[in-house]
């Protein structure tokens, strides 16, 4: 059986048994692998943009028992996936733009798929740009690997009320989930904010309302910590 780094292993513990998924950008093919080998998904559709990758993808594909299960297809974004296909979709690993990019391009409807995104980067521009697409981050989950925590999200479209501040870094479920890594997070994003924040503060353009938004973010996960 193939074995997850717990970033992988944080990703696919939002993919529900029984569910259709493609994993986009998928370059080693690892989690599709497994969520074929676990007998969550009985089919999943890994692409990629570029050819190396998928190369890449198709030897361990071909070295798993799992061919017969996972489809792999050359190109950008959702562009060459069926949206009838799949249920599930997971885009992982890559910055938060191109993440957008990858789900509001693609024209699709969303409203019975559950993504599960994991941004290398800028997490509350991509929450705050879907947001105002009409998408919610309905649950998350931190994961630690290597030293580095990683922020995976799972969002469904849907109205919600436009997230906080705070919200933008740690969402509520972080909390009510009681994430083991929840504290680390916290202290390392507030002393990240910190930074920011004095930085603009001492910069020749200050920006108010840049440093107001990390002002709140601060008060609010310093909140969190208090409740954590
Ligand atoms: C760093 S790897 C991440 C691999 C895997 N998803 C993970 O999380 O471990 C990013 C992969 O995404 C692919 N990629 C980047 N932009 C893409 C796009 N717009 N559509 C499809 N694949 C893309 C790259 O070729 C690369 O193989």
Redesign the pocket.
Known sequence: MTVLSN??KA?ASFVPQGSAAV??????A??PIWLAEAGICSRVIA????T???QRAYSNVRASAMSEKIELRL???LACVGEEEINVI?????GSD?IG??ILESGWCFSEKRLIL?P?TKHPELIGRLWQNGFFVRDEKLAKDAGKIYRILQVEKGISPEPSPADLYAGEALLTNHDPLLREYLHKTVERLERALSGIRHSRGYEEKSALLFQRAIEGLGMMIRLS
Not at 23 to 28: A, E, L, P, R
Not at 47 to 50: A, L
């Open positions: 970033r992988l990703i994993d986009v950008g998928t370059d080693h690892i989690l692409t990629d943009i570029n190396e990758p998928l190109g950008q974004g997971i885009v992982a690993g890559m191109n990019d990858i994991q290398m």
